[in-house]
């Protein structure tokens, strides 16, 4: 009997990788000290001082959702933490839900708040670092807690930072803060210009009409459940980056040996061939998330 080491997990199951260890994954992000970065997502952005991660996230899931990274106050005297943020992504290539952009992601989750939660401010557009952000808060009059959301869509993903504190005060001293986080110009809404660091982005392209060669994975176990996969296509139209959101070894293997199979034709922007990011749903999609039919949050 093998021995598992202290302090490791193993888990079984289906799971995030990638195909090279060169491309930094939406799910790679770091703390270090108070400052947390994530290269794919061009995110650089400093908590207050003494504030630190409090657990790792899970993997992405099947649905494409993220957690980036959970960060947290000091804890106080009483053994709480005066406040936590949150920072998520959705991958919009292939969510269940309703929504194709973060302010729509936004509307979404303010229109299906459950009862016990109150709006304090409808969904408005504002401007952090220089980036377009939507931002709306809402509360839990029983708890006492406050939550601020503030969204924006980098490379097809809706990224959100999620502040909540009891202290109203603290929430907007955080949300000012936001002010000095660094996002790259480049990692826009639609991805990059293609011929830099990050490619253009754009939904649905793996199509009949945008492709040359293709040979399709037999999927033999697990082949009901889905594979969201991420492939980054090269000027010359083969894939050179495959991301596995969540699968399970056998279907990573099968996938991969066939995508490296595929050619494009390539993209062109202004006459120019260039890197495209897309995204590809293999065995069974998840089902379509409706609006939440329950009550609705109070607006007052």
């Not at 001082?49 to 947290?72: F, M, N």
């Not at 989750?109 to 459950?114: A, G, P």
């Amino acid at each position: 009997m093998t021995k598992v080491p202290t302090g490791v997990i193993l888990v079984k199951g289906a799971w995030a990788s990638a195909s090279d260890s060169m491309t930094p994954p939406p799910e790679g992000g770091s703390m270090t000290g108070n400052v947390f970065t994530d290269e794919y997502f061009g995110i650089t952005y400093a908590a207050p001082k003494d504030w630190t991660e409090k657990d790792k996230g899970p993997p992405p899931s099947d649905r494409g959702r993220y957690v980036l990274a959970q960060i947290q106050a000091p804890h106080t005297p009483t053994g709480a933490a005066q406040g936590h943020i949150l920072v998520t992504a959705q991958d919009m290539f292939c969510t269940p839900l309703p929504t194709k952009n973060a302010l729509e992601l936004v509307a979404y989750q303010k229109d299906n708040l459950q009862s016990h939660y109150k709006l304090e401010v409808a969904p408005k557009q504002t401007t952090i670092a220089g980036r377009p952000f939507t931002f709306f808060a809402y509360w839990s009059p029983a708890a006492e807690m406050h939550w601020y959301v503030l969204a924006t869509e980098i490379r097809c993903h809706a990224v959100e930072f999620i502040l909540t504190s009891r202290d109203t005060k603290l929430l907007e001293s955080l949300f000012a803060d936001m002010n000095r986080m660094q996002l790259l110009a480049e990692a826009s809404p639609s991805g990059g210009e293609g011929d830099g660091a990050f490619p253009v982005c754009i939904k649905d392209y793996a199509k009949d009409e945008n492709l040359i060669a293709r040979v399709d994975p037999i999927l033999t176990d697990h082949r009901f459940s889905p594979v969201p996969v991420r492939i980054i296509i090269d000027k010359s139209g083969k894939v050179k980056h495959i991301h596995f959101l969540s699968a399970y070894p056998d279907q990573e293997k099968v996938i991969t040996d066939a995508l490296l199979q595929w050619k494009f034709k390539p993209y062109l922007k202004d006459g120019q061939p260039v890197e495209v990011e897309t995204g590809i749903m293999f065995g069974r999609a998840p089902p379509p998330l409706a609006p939440f039919s329950g009550h609705k949050s109070s607006t007052e």
